[in-house]
């Protein structure tokens, strides 16, 4: 059957460790055969770089998280290690450092198949991963945590590149102090960005926090998304910026929180072409931003026009701004968790569905990476934006 190891071949867990048989990340990558897994012992592993052609594959880091420092290497002058498998889980491993000569030097570079990337930390890289174009691939990512890009002029370093691939999803994982690039950058087709926080920080340099230039199907559920002052563009959401590739174009919003630290209002989200794009925002609240007699009536509305002026159609309920400095102060000192029975303006609304997509979160991100179910919701949201009283 297509899928199981040859017949007699059991899989086999390789075991990386100092004190281990087997001292080196790359040594398991030359010896592992499709379906075995690789055990990696908590230390640091410098230097220490790989190519991963295998299928069915699970590497994990255990008895804390490993840390690989690329320390001036990568594999191929592309990443930290190189995904040429398929059906690939990588489990806690800290991948710091990569430099490459093409100065997109990645953490994880995913090459081939199904990746999913659980419970992982990428810092002070190029790339944080960085995927190929190529429809067969699709990425997960759970609960795992990106910082600190770094400065690669003329190049931008993003966070998260995911190319044009079928699909990715995103959850429970916290994008932080970009530098220049994007917080998550993606091509995808389908995109289901939920339950994250992408919120730049004090000392944070990124453009977009999300740009999706190529349009496609983007959901966006529940997530703290925080535009900082040092800002290298005055747009937190970006869609469509270099030219709708896709057929189906479609931007959902769904209790967001979104939150505009420029002092003069910035833009929430920006949308190229909207006369070919479907956009959907419910149930969001909108901290900062635009005000008074230039925010017209619709909240969303001056934030979705392309480059000659016009705006896109918007079907949206729910949504609620609040610009008033307490109100602000009063939220972010309770990480913009509303209090339990303090009257809104807004009361959720909208539908519950879209395409076949739940439009009402059953999750909320925790800290730092991770979500919980929503608490003493009995199923049900009571206020806009991504977390409840």
């Known amino acids: 059957m297509i899928g ?14 100092p004190d281990e048989a087997l001292r080196s990340v790359a040594e398991a990558a030359a010896l592992a055969r499709d379906g075995d897994s690789v055990e990696i012992v908590a230390a640091t592993y410098v230097d220490d ?25 990568v594999a191929e002058g592309k990443g930290i290690w190189v995904m040429r498998g398929d059906e690939v889980v990588v489990e806690n491993i800290a991948f710091e450092g990569a430099r490459g000569p093409n100065r997109n030097g990645s953490g994880i570079r995913h090459e081939e198949g199904a990746l999913t990337v659980r419970n992982c930390v ?25 910082s600190h890009g770094v400065l690669v002029t003329p190049r931008i370093s993003h966070l998260l590149y995911a190319g044009r691939m079928s ?26 960005i939920e339950y994250n926080r992408l919120t730049d920080e ?27 002052v040092g ?14 590739q896709h057929d189906d174009n479609v931007l959902v919003l769904a209790s967001n929180t979104l939150v505009d630290d420029v002092p003069d209002g910035g833009e929430f989200v920006a949308v190229w072409s909207p006369e070919r794009v479907k956009v959907v925002a419910v149930n969001n609240l909108l901290v900062g931003g635009c005000v008074g007699s230039v925010c017209p009536d619709a909240v969303f509305r001056r934030s979705l026009p392309d480059t000659s002026g016009e ?48 439009l009402v979160p059953s999750r909320e991100y925790t800290p730092p990476v991770g979500t919980r179910t929503l608490p003493g919701t009995g199923g049900r949201i ?3 934006g991504a977390f409840q009283p």
Do not use: C
């Open 49 to 73: 770089v790989a190519v991963w052609p295998q299928k069915r594959l699970t590497i994990r880091g255990v008895g804390g998280r490993p840390r690989l420092v690329a320390a001036g290497r």
């Open 167 to 192: 699909r990715l999803e995103v959850r429970g994982s916290y994008f932080h102090h970009g530098r220049v690039g994007h917080l998550l950058k993606s091509r995808a087709r389908v995109n289901l």
């Open 202 to 228: 004090a000392e944070g340099q990124a453009s977009y926090e999300m740009d999706f230039p190529d349009g496609g199907q983007v959901f966006l559920i529940g997530n703290l998304v925080r535009q900082s």
């Open 311 to 358: 705006t896109a159609a918007v079907e949206g309920e729910g949504n609620l701004q609040v610009v008033g400095v307490n109100t602000r102060a009063e939220l972010e000192k309770r990480g913009f968790r509303p209090v339990a029975g303090k009257p809104w303006r807004v009361r959720p609304a909208g539908p519950e569905w879209f395409r076949g997509w739940a």
């Open 4 to 17: 199981l190891l040859p017949l007699g071949v059991a899989a086999e867990t390789w075991r990386v460790g």
């Open 122 to 146: 990428f810092r002070d890289n190029e790339m944080g991963i960085l995927s190929a174009n190529k429809l067969s691939l699709s990425l997960v990512v759970e609960d795992s945590e990106f």
């Open 231 to 244: 800002t290298e563009n005055r747009r937190m959401i970006s869609f469509g910026a270099e030219g709708l």
């Open 382 to 384: 009571t206020v806009p």
